[in-house]
């Protein structure tokens, strides 16, 4: 059986999570900074190792209207969309006893991303797509300084990033409902955030006392 710290919560998926004894988690400006943290690492990776040689590749967070019909940033480009975020159902009953104990909410999320290349021709959307591939698969997990500091996260929080599954059925009824265009497409999944409310107040801690009268 894994083994876990003392005061940390081992979930269902093998992620470890903060328990009552660790520090803070990320409030609501956590949902904006890892997205901000997908797009700061992967450009960072691109200037390493450039998926175009002799060319600048950018990732860039958008929204659905930023790439409708055609992107509003310079190409070569990543396109980095969140288009769904779903609460994480394994998570919540970990999360319980810790909430109610400290009188905070702790909401886990699930961010869906789609990760889309742009360029002038096919042989440099597929060159962007290999090296996005090949870095977010070493990276494995968002942690420590590749998480951006607008999240307020925990030091020992962690955000893990995979490929999400979904099929080409699902991911065209995706774009049809974004109104989009179909495109070569990276759907990825970061996991898991947790964001916590913002006042804490525990629930009063009560003693029972029996008495009993003698005869």
């Given amino acids: ?97 810790r909430a109610a104990d400290e009188g905070r909410s702790y909401l886990p999320l699930d961010l869906h991303y789609l990760m889309s290349p742009w360029a002038d021709n096919a042989e440099h959307e597929h060159l962007i797509v290999g090296r996005t591939l090949q870095f977010l698969e070493s990276l494995a997990t968002l942690s420590g300084p590749t998480l951006d500091a607008s999240g307020a996260f925990d030091p020992q929080e962690s955000v893990s990033v995979v490929m999400d599954e979904l099929s080409t059925d699902d991911l065209m009824r995706t774009y049809e409902a974004l109104k989009l265009e179909f495109r070569l497409t990276l759907p990825y999944l970061a996991r898991v955030l947790v964001v916590a409310g913002q006042d804490a107040d525990p629930a009063p801690r009560t003693l029972s006392v029996l008495t009993a009268a003698r005869p």
Avoid: C
């Avoid at 009552?20 to 691109?46: I, P, T």
């Avoid at 190409?75 to 159902?89: E, M």
């Fill in 1 to 97: 059986m894994p083994s876990t710290q003392p005061g940390r919560v081992l979930d269902v998926d093998g992620l470890v999570t903060p328990g009552a004894h660790d520090a803070r988690m990320a409030g609501f400006a956590g949902l904006s900074a890892v997205g901000k943290s997908l797009e700061r690492v992967l450009n960072y990776a691109f200037v390493a190792d450039p998926p175009i040689v002799g060319m600048i590749t950018r990732a860039a967070l958008v929204r659905a209207a930023d790439i409708a019909p055609l992107p509003t940033m310079p190409v070569p480009a990543l396109s980095i969309l969140l288009y769904r975020v779903d609460f994480t159902k394994s998570m919540r009953s970990a999360l319980g006893p």
